[in-house]
C-alpha cells in the first residue's frame, strides 16, 4: 500500500468536488473575501464612496437617511448584503447593500 492511498478526499460543496484534504483549506482562504456588490451589482471595497437609493429610517436613532445622501469610506463586514458606514450622528451604521449605489 502506498503512503498517497491513505488519504481521504473531502468533498467541497461550493465547487461540488471530491478534493484532497489540502487543497480545500487552500480554496476555503480564497473564499474568505465575500463579494458585496451594490444595487447595479457593482462591486463594493472598503473606503469605496455610496449613495443612498431610497429614504432609510434609522432605527434607534430617530432619523431618516434620505434618497441620495452620500456615505463616505465605507467597510465590509464579511457578509455579503452588510456595509459598516460612518454616518453624523449616527454610531455603528450598517446598510444593506441592496440600498446603496457605488459613486
Same mark, same amino acid.
Given at each position: ?5 491513505? #488519504? ?5 460543496e461550493a465547487?461540488g ?6 487543497? +480545500? ?5 480564497? #473564499? ?7 444595487? $447595479?451589482?457593482? +462591486? &463594493?471595497?472598503?473606503?469605496d464612496?455610496?449613495? !443612498? /437609493?431610497? #429614504? +432609510? *429610517?434609522? *432605527?434607534? $436613532?430617530?432619523?431618516? =437617511?434620505?434618497?441620495?445622501t452620500v /456615505? *463616505?469610506? /465605507?467597510r &465590509?463586514?464579511?457578509? $455579503?448584503?452588510e ?6 450622528? /449616527?454610531k455603528? !451604521?450598517? =446598510?444593506? $447593500? ?6
Amino acid at each position: 500500500m502506498h503512503s498517497g492511498d491513505s #488519504d481521504d478526499y473531502v468533498y467541497d460543496e461550493a465547487t461540488g468536488e471530491w478534493v484532497a484534504p489540502g487543497d +480545500l483549506t487552500v480554496a476555503a482562504s480564497e #473564499d474568505e473575501a465575500v463579494e458585496v456588490r451594490d444595487s $447595479a451589482g457593482t +462591486l &463594493l471595497a472598503d473606503g469605496d464612496q455610496v449613495t !443612498l /437609493i431610497k #429614504d +432609510l *429610517k434609522v *432605527k434607534g $436613532a430617530g432619523q431618516t =437617511l434620505k434618497r441620495g445622501t452620500v /456615505i *463616505k469610506s /465605507i467597510r &465590509l463586514t464579511g457578509d $455579503a448584503q452588510e456595509i459598516d458606514c460612518r454616518f453624523d450622528g /449616527i454610531k455603528g !451604521l450598517v =446598510l444593506r $447593500a441592496e440600498f446603496v449605489r457605488k459613486r
